[in-house]
T-cell receptor
Framework: NAGVTQTPKFQVLKTGQSMTLQCAQDMNHEYMSWYRQDPGMGLRLIHYSVGAGITDQGEVPNGYNVSRSTTEDFPLRLLSAAPSQTSVYFC????????????FGPGTRLTVT | AQRVTQPEKLLSVFKGAPVELKCNYSYSGSPELFWYVQYSRQRLQLLLRHISRESIKGFTADLNKGETSFHLKKPFAQEEDSAMYYCALEGSNYKLTFGKGTLLTVNP
């Protein structure tokens, strides 16, 4: 049971490049979400999904795209990277039946130059 | 709209002293509130949630609906409590809104 995994751990992009941050969970959780963490800003919700095939926008969705074709995977796509997207990105999945618990991945540190 | 406010960016106490991390929220419905902790170079983890009314690592938090607060308390701080603490509110559609965090430093 690996929990929530994220790849890559670090990434440097040039402005305008696109990339996909991968997130996977093996706990069969329906609910998954992406956050960005910036100094002094806390964590802000980018996109979330309440199940395969269902996604919705969070607080800061602009410049990001998601899809949820399987329960396990929830990739985050940066369409055209900008320096303002330099951040640490966390994926999370949530156990909603029984004891509530949200499990976070280790994070991806992204720098856009 | 839901909002979480943590008024202190930094909090420094000495080992053995009581500690209180403040959290205020704004939400029109019945809130579900949580405290998360992030130790240095580690991922976020759930510390406690108000609905379970439990004590984890000596920390407790009481929901005060009148004051719209969910402050985190520990009577005797330990050095290993040094970390970033986030208060979070779950509103509609299970969306979590986080406060900006308080960095707690416990000095020896």
């Amino acid at each position: 049971n690996a929990g929530v995994t994220q790849t890559p751990k670090f990434q440097v992009l040039k402005t305008g490049q696109s990339m996909t941050l991968q997130c996977a969970q093996d706990m069969n959780h329906e609910y998954m979400s992406w956050y960005r963490q910036d100094p002094g800003m806390g964590l802000r919700l980018i996109h979330y999904s309440v199940g395969a095939g269902i996604t919705d926008q969070g607080e800061v969705p602009n410049g990001y795209n998601v899809s949820r074709s399987t329960t396990e995977d929830f990739p985050l796509r940066l369409l055209s990277a900008a320096p303002s997207q330099t951040s640490v990105y966390f994926c999370a999945s949530t156990e909603r039946s029984g004891a509530y618990e949200q499990y976070f991945g280790p994070g991806t540190r992204l720098t856009v130059t | 709209a839901q909002r979480v406010t943590q008024p202190e960016k930094l909090l420094s106490v000495f080992k053995g002293a009581p500690v209180e991390l403040k959290c205020n929220y704004s939400y029109s419905g019945s809130p579900e509130l949580f405290w998360y902790v992030q130790y240095s170079r580690q991922r976020l983890q759930l510390l406690l949630r108000h609905i379970s009314r439990e004590s984890i690592k000596g920390f407790t938090a009481d929901l005060n609906k009148g004051e719209t607060s969910f402050h985190l308390k520990k009577p005797f701080a330990q050095e290993e409590d040094s970390a970033m603490y986030y208060c979070a509110l779950e509103g509609s559609n299970y969306k979590l809104t986080f406060g900006k965090g308080t960095l707690l430093t416990v000095n020896p």
